[in-house]
């Protein structure tokens, strides 16, 4: 077996359609083009032209967006086999920016490599669609959490979801998960003080909900955990494929 056909990518997208070998056969071209990034330098750029996207494999990147005073707002946090930078693709220009926050590995995806890929496969673009739609559900519900939820609640929803996302791609269960987000980061992204989510997090550790120190996460009760959050899944679509 390549190691494109278990690569995180083709994990997530094997759970709306089931690939066949040609399908594979295009993915493994599109991963053709691997490059490294370090720490803290973007690969796409907030105001860029340029028609090129990444299919992340190892490591997680922050994308912001930048306003005019130079304050960042974290967006959200992506994770192996998410695509980054899609929009740079099919837009004039990128509306946010991607910064790894550990060294990454990612493949490289021209714009003509995305169409010709679409052209030969429409149940991959179909795939392609559904990972970008699943990714805009995610954002209806951080926009939800920011809004109408109490902050440990937030933080915990963010948390579970956060593990789902991992668990689709093998690189979590439902004990929990390595994750190398900061206290700032999970600020940023939660519209919280880093002050606010240091004392969050002490009261779901308290509670026996979930454990986030030294880089991982445990769920100490997943069960009560997902019901303090109200979290339910379904949005994710994570449930098996739908075009066989």
């Not at 890929?117 to 673009?125: D, E, I």
Request: glycine share 6%; with cysteine; net charge negative.
């Amino acid at each position: 077996m390549h190691a494109y056909e278990e690569s995180p990518f083709t994990r997530k997208l094997a759970a709306f359609v089931a690939l066949s070998k040609d399908e594979l056969s295009v993915l493994e071209r599109l991963h053709q083009r691997r490059r490294s990034f370090r720490v803290g330098i973007d690969l796409v750029h907030q105001g860029q032209s340029e028609q090129t996207a990444y299919i992340l494999s190892q490591g997680w990147v922050c994308s912001y967006k930048i306003q005019r005073d130079g304050t960042r707002q974290i967006v959200d946090f992506q994770i192996p086999g998410d695509f980054l930078g899609l929009r740079s693709v099919l837009l004039r220009t990128s509306d946010h920016s991607f910064e790894p926050i550990t060294d990454i590995q990612a493949a490289e995806v021209s714009a003509a490599d995305l169409l010709e890929a679409f052209a030969q496969t429409p149940r991959l673009a179909t795939a392609i669609l559904w990972a970008a739609s699943r990714d805009e559900a995610m954002v209806v519900e951080h926009l939800v959490g920011l809004g109408r939820r109490p902050a440990d609640a937030r933080m915990a929803h963010f948390l579970l979801e956060l593990g789902a996302r991992l668990l689709l791609v093998g690189i979590a269960d439902k004990s929990g998960y390595a994750c190398p987000l900061t206290q700032y980061h999970l600020a940023d992204a939660l519209g919280l003080s880093a002050v606010h989510v240091n004392r969050v997090l002490r009261h779901l550790r308290e509670d026996g909900l979930v454990t986030f120190r030294n880089g991982h996460v445990t769920f100490d009760d997943y069960d009560r955990l997902i019901d303090f959050a109200e979290f339910d899944p379904a949005y994710l679509d994570q449930a098996g494929p739908v075009l066989l």
